[in-house]
């Protein structure tokens, strides 16, 4: 098929450069970055448009901006990029001994909980298999894994898995993180309609438990006063330990952190709280390294999990 340009003249060189152009916003630095002089690194640019057939930058007193051509252009050059990185990072591990990578998207709560004592298991028993593990909410994991972007994911139960194969991975429980001495504290079981007129700390939109929350508080006719949205547990806890609100968090990653931070927390009473991680794969796996890991995963007996005698 005849393409208005010619892709042959996409050298990776001008391509990082290109790339380089449009998140700096600078042709100067963008060459400084590729260890070009600016007289090579602008006739790349041009070479480009060229090749293209139409400018990838607007040129203005302070630096270049990128054209619509440009932005398309930096977009799918940064995937090219990364994709020839995992291309050499692979054949690299090849020839040490790594056959198969495996791609695994997971949840902040099955990372957080289960999943690196589990795969240090699973390196040491398989080193010739490398899993590469990305964290996402639960939705984008489901997602990824729906799409073909990874060859696993773990999520929490909710997600659409239509054309996914599910197991269960393992269960968890959600509990309330408070301030030491806050009114709330206690150990009996809290129904979290009596925390709603307290302001929240959360994971960002899409996070399963910010979802639960929502819901429940919709349920109960209140609003949820959600003051603050980090990336992270333990950015949650440290909020929480400053008196700015209050945090529901898994139970196993949110002990650990209380107890260094002088937190404390209380069960929920809700039946939300009791929660399923599931992990799931396409419908016919035929990869046997995919099937193993499932298997290893999915099968907490502790036969499969018991470390391997030296």
């Known amino acids: 098929m005849d393409l208005p340009y010619n892709l042959a003249r996409f050298d990776l060189v001008s391509v990082k450069l290109a790339v380089a152009c449009a998140q700096r916003g600078s042709l100067t630095r963008a060459a400084q970055d590729a260890n ?6 602008s006739r790349r640019i041009r070479d480009l448009e060229t090749a293209i057939g139409a400018p990838l930058f607007e040129r203005h007193a302070r630096g270049v901006r990128p054209t619509a051509a440009g932005r398309v252009f930096a977009k799918h050059g940064l995937t090219l990029l990364q994709t020839v990185e995992r291309l050499g990072a692979e054949l690299t ?9 495996i791609r695994l998207c997971a949840s902040t709560a099955a990372i957080s ?4 004592a589990l795969l240090a298991q699973y390196s040491e028993r398989q080193p010739q298999v490398r899993v590469d593990l990305e964290e996402q909410l639960s939705e984008a994991a489901a997602a990824a894994m729906r ?17 996914i194969e599910t197991r269960l991975f393992r269960e968890d429980e959600l509990v309330i993180v408070l301030p030491k001495g806050h009114r709330l504290g206690g150990r009996s079981r809290l129904p979290f309609a009596q925390a709603l007129d307290e302001d929240f700390i959360s994971l960002p939109a899409g996070a399963a438990m910010l979802q639960q929350q929502q ?8 609003p949820l006063r959600l003051r603050m949205q980090v990336r992270s547990f333990d950015a949650v806890c440290h909020l929480v330990a400053s008196g700015m609100g209050l945090a529901v968090l ?3 990653a949110a002990l650990p952190m209380a107890g260094a931070m002088g937190l404390t927390w209380r069960p929920l009473a809700d039946l939300w709280a009791q929660r399923r991680l599931l992990i799931g794969a396409a419908r016919q796996p035929t990869d046997d390294a995919v099937n193993q890991l499932i298997d290893f995963l999915a099968e907490p007996t502790p036969i499969a999990k018991a470390p391997r005698r030296k």
């Open 36 to 41: 070009l002089a600016l007289a090579a690194a």
């Open 93 to 101: 591990d090849l020839q040490h001994g790594v056959v198969r990578h």
């Open 113 to 116: 909980q289960f999943l690196p």
């Open 147 to 163: 799409e073909g972007r990874c060859d696993l994911a773990i999520f929490v139960e909710g997600p659409d898995t239509a054309n």
């Open 215 to 222: 819901q429940a508080a919709l349920a109960a006719g209140k």
């Open 250 to 252: 898994p139970k196993g």
